[in-house]
């Protein structure tokens, strides 16, 4: 980002004229400025005492090589030109004449002012515009505060050095970047693409060194293709310390620590939730009951937690190799990451972790592999233990280790409701509680989790799947859908509306580009996505009463 240096205000236009209402109520005062070296002129009421105008001032003059300067002493007061003293006792400069000299004493006045102020015809405005009348260069204020933009004298020698016949010859410019920071360099593509990409970058290193990163960006309103094929392209140039990411932060890692003990909290409640045919009954009508106020004595949870441990482990085991997997695809491309930062949640233990690019992506092949490595990595954990789970609940020599939970919790979702009718059998899914093993809870948490971050939207591990794979288009329609489909609760049940809100405040704006984003990634990961978002689908879409009742998963009244 930017850093704001200086600040200025434009020259305020100060209109005299001839009328004797104008002379009577207004005049200059001519004040001395010690640290600017010059005068400053103040066009105020003759009835305002200098107290009182210091409050309101406003000033006028020319730019200043010292734009650091302050008009003001150390105590605020604006002190007078000995030079002037003569001529400011009365603090007032008329500007009568007489008619027959107007012409003559305008001319003179125009010469006699200080250099700070215009002598170009001004435009007459009303009286009661006078304290209003200075506005702020919005244009230069956005300039100062936005991040710094790329050297013109850099752009006029990568033109003349970098781009040529024989690579990219340039037939137009347009600002880049989400505050036109960068310069986008539009023009016809000499060779293919990959090869001319790799030498510009090469030969940018030789140029200007390690200054700038240059983009291949797909053509914005291109009319037509590229003639050897594929999308017309683009070369957009960004500063790095702008379009890189910053480093981790200090307070990042204190909040990311907190936000995973609160983590750990959330999984261990959620085992001893798992529990519930155990729990007190104060404690069971306090978690149930949605009239209860006052909370029961937490010391009666105490017996609970050892017996919740394995299940906290097994969510946490899950986040825990899914980030993994996002570490473990990143290193070979030499990606950085940031460090996970968990969101607890009491109903699955934890929505997931937000991991964030520490370093711009090289080509969309990559952000596929790391978009689906964490999600691949946390699903197969998360299936196992879902798997292994239903097979010990339909031991029947493991009567002890099982928990009771209601039928209707299968119903929630479609994929796995259908696997665990498969494997448990219609006796003992179709009744008011099934008999399971923890592992079945941590597996089914786990897998809903890693569903819900492989949604195709905003900047979730499926949405940067999905914008890699097919372009940030894709991604602008699979995102609507996926809000509809939320806002509506076709998909995610009661956890449905917590997520959306959790995305559109969390993860709504999609990933940056990568530096070389124009190049198609392969079938086979196009597939990969594709099955992925069906297997999403399939997870989190709830099964709907007649279904569950035909296929005899829960006790459903259909009447």
Same mark, same amino acid.
């Given at each position: 980002?930017?850093?704001?240096?200086?600040?200025?205000?434009?020259?305020?236009?100060?209109?005299?004229?001839?009328? %004797?209402?104008?002379?009577?109520?207004?005049?200059?005062?001519?004040?001395?400025?010690?640290?600017?070296?010059?005068?400053? =002129?103040?066009?105020?009421?003759?009835?305002?005492?200098?107290?009182?105008?210091?409050? @309101?001032? =406003?000033?006028?003059?020319?730019?200043?090589?010292?734009?650091?300067?302050?008009?003001?002493?150390?105590?605020?007061?604006?002190?007078?030109?000995?030079?002037? +003293?003569?001529?400011?006792?009365?603090?007032?400069?008329?500007?009568?004449?007489?008619?027959?000299?107007?012409?003559?004493?305008?001319?003179?006045?125009?010469?006699?002012?200080?250099?700070?102020?215009?002598?170009?015809?001004?435009?007459?405005?009303?009286?009661?515009? /006078?304290?209003?009348?200075?506005?702020?260069?919005?244009?230069?204020?956005?300039?100062?505060?936005?991040?710094?933009?790329?050297?013109?004298?850099? $752009?006029?020698?990568?033109?003349?050095?970098?781009?040529?016949?024989?690579?990219?010859?340039?037939?137009?410019?347009?600002?880049?970047?989400?505050?036109?920071?960068?310069?986008?360099?539009?023009?016809?593509?000499?060779?293919?693409?990959?090869?001319?990409?790799?030498?510009?970058?090469?030969?940018?290193?030789?140029? $200007?060194?390690?200054?700038?990163?240059?983009?291949?960006?797909?053509?914005?309103?291109?009319?037509?293709?590229?003639?050897?094929?594929?999308?017309?392209?683009?070369? !957009?140039?960004?500063?790095?310390?702008?379009?890189?990411?910053?480093?981790?932060?200090?307070?990042?890692?204190?909040?990311?620590?907190?936000? @995973?003990?609160?983590?750990?909290?959330?999984?261990?409640?959620?085992?001893?939730? %798992?529990?519930?045919?155990? *729990?007190?009954?104060?404690?069971?009508?306090?978690?149930?009951?949605?009239?209860?106020?006052?909370?029961?004595?937490?010391?009666?949870?105490?017996?609970?937690?050892?017996?919740?441990?394995?299940?906290?482990?097994?969510?946490?085991? $899950?986040?825990?190799?899914?980030?993994?997997?996002?570490?473990?695809?990143?290193?070979?491309?030499?990606?950085?990451?940031?460090?996970?930062?968990?969101?607890?949640?009491? +109903?699955?233990?934890?929505?997931?972790?937000?991991?964030?690019?520490?370093?711009?992506?090289?080509?969309?092949?990559?952000?596929?592999?790391?978009?689906? &490595?964490?999600?691949?990595?946390?699903? &197969?954990?998360?299936?196992?233990?879902?798997?292994?789970?239903?097979? *010990?609940?339909?031991?029947?020599?493991?009567?002890?280790? #099982?928990?009771? /939970?209601?039928?209707?919790?299968?119903?929630?979702?479609?994929?796995?409701?259908?696997?665990?009718?498969?494997?448990?059998?219609?006796?003992?899914?179709?009744?008011?509680?099934?008999?399971?093993?923890?592992?079945?809870?941590? !597996?089914? =948490?786990?897998?809903?989790?890693?569903?819900?971050?492989?949604?195709?939207?905003?900047?979730?591990?499926?949405?940067?799947?999905?914008?890699?794979?097919?372009?940030?288009? &894709?991604?602008?329609?699979?995102? #609507?859908?996926?809000?509809?489909?939320?806002?509506?609760?076709?998909?995610?049940?009661?956890? %449905? #509306?917590?997520?959306?809100?959790?995305?559109?405040?969390?993860?709504?704006?999609?990933?940056?580009? =990568?530096?070389?984003?124009?190049?198609?990634?392969?079938?086979?990961?196009?597939?990969? $996505?594709?099955? &992925?978002?069906?297997?999403? /689908?399939? +997870?989190?879409?709830?099964?709907?009463?007649?279904?569950?009742?035909?296929?005899?998963?829960?006790?459903?009244?259909?009447?």
């Amino acid at each position: 980002m930017g850093t704001l240096t200086s600040f200025s205000f434009n020259a305020v236009n100060l209109r005299f004229t001839s009328s %004797s209402i104008f002379r009577q109520r207004v005049g200059v005062q001519v004040f001395g400025s010690r640290k600017l070296n010059t005068k400053l =002129c103040y066009l105020i009421p003759k009835e305002v005492s200098r107290e009182k105008f210091l409050k @309101f001032r =406003c000033f006028c003059g020319t730019n200043n090589s010292n734009n650091d300067a302050d008009y003001t002493q150390n105590d605020g007061e604006i002190k007078e030109d000995s030079s002037n +003293t003569a001529s400011s006792t009365e603090s007032t400069v008329t500007t009568a004449s007489p008619p027959e000299d107007k012409a003559v004493q305008e001319k003179r006045t125009s010469n006699e002012l200080p250099p700070s102020l215009s002598s170009r015809p001004p435009n007459i405005a009303p009286l009661g515009s /006078v304290y209003n009348d200075f506005q702020i260069d919005s244009f230069k204020l956005m300039e100062l505060l936005g991040p710094e933009k790329v050297d013109p004298a850099d $752009v006029k020698l990568i033109k003349d050095k970098l781009f040529g016949y024989s690579t990219f010859w340039v037939t137009k410019e347009e600002p880049f970047g989400d505050l036109g920071e960068g310069i986008l360099f539009l023009g016809n593509l000499r060779g293919k693409r990959e090869d001319v990409f790799a030498k510009l970058q090469t030969q940018l290193a030789e140029i $200007v060194g390690d200054k700038y990163n240059l983009f291949m960006v797909e053509e914005p309103d291109s009319e037509a293709p590229d003639p050897r094929g594929g999308p017309r392209v683009s070369f !957009g140039l960004l500063r790095k310390e702008v379009s890189e990411p910053g480093p981790t932060t200090l307070w990042q890692y204190v909040i990311a620590i907190l936000l @995973f003990l609160l983590t750990i909290g959330s999984s261990v409640e959620l085992g001893i939730a %798992s529990q519930i045919n155990r *729990l007190p009954p104060e404690v069971v009508k306090y978690f149930t009951d949605p009239n209860a106020v006052d909370p029961p004595d937490m010391e009666l949870l105490y017996p609970f937690v050892e017996s919740a441990l394995p299940l906290a482990y097994g969510v946490l085991g $899950v986040l825990l190799f899914h980030e993994l997997g996002h570490f473990l695809a990143a290193f070979p491309k030499k990606v950085k990451l940031s460090i996970p930062f968990f969101i607890p949640n009491i +109903t699955l233990g934890s929505f997931g972790a937000i991991t964030q690019f520490k370093s711009i992506l090289p080509d969309r092949s990559t952000q596929v592999d790391i978009s689906l &490595a964490g999600p691949f990595a946390g699903a &197969a954990l998360s299936f196992s233990m879902f798997a292994v789970g239903l097979l *010990l609940s339909s031991n029947p020599d493991a009567p002890g280790d #099982l928990v009771q /939970v209601p039928s209707m919790l299968f119903q929630g979702s479609l994929l796995l409701g259908l696997i665990s009718r498969a494997t448990l059998g219609y006796a003992a899914m179709h009744a008011a509680t099934v008999s399971i093993h923890p592992l079945v809870i941590a !597996g089914w =948490c786990g897998l809903t989790t890693t569903a819900f971050n492989m949604l195709p939207v905003g900047c979730l591990d499926g949405g940067r799947a999905v914008q890699g794979a097919y372009g940030k288009g &894709a991604l602008v329609g699979f995102g #609507l859908t996926t809000y509809t489909l939320l806002g509506l609760g076709v998909i995610g049940g009661p956890l %449905s #509306l917590p997520w959306g809100l959790y995305v559109l405040i969390c993860q709504r704006t999609p990933e940056k580009p =990568c530096l070389n984003d124009v190049t198609e990634v392969g079938t086979w990961r196009k597939t990969a $996505v594709t099955v &992925a978002v069906f297997l999403v /689908v399939l +997870t989190l879409l709830p099964l709907w009463d007649e279904l569950a009742e035909e296929l005899g998963i829960g006790l459903v009244s259909t009447f």
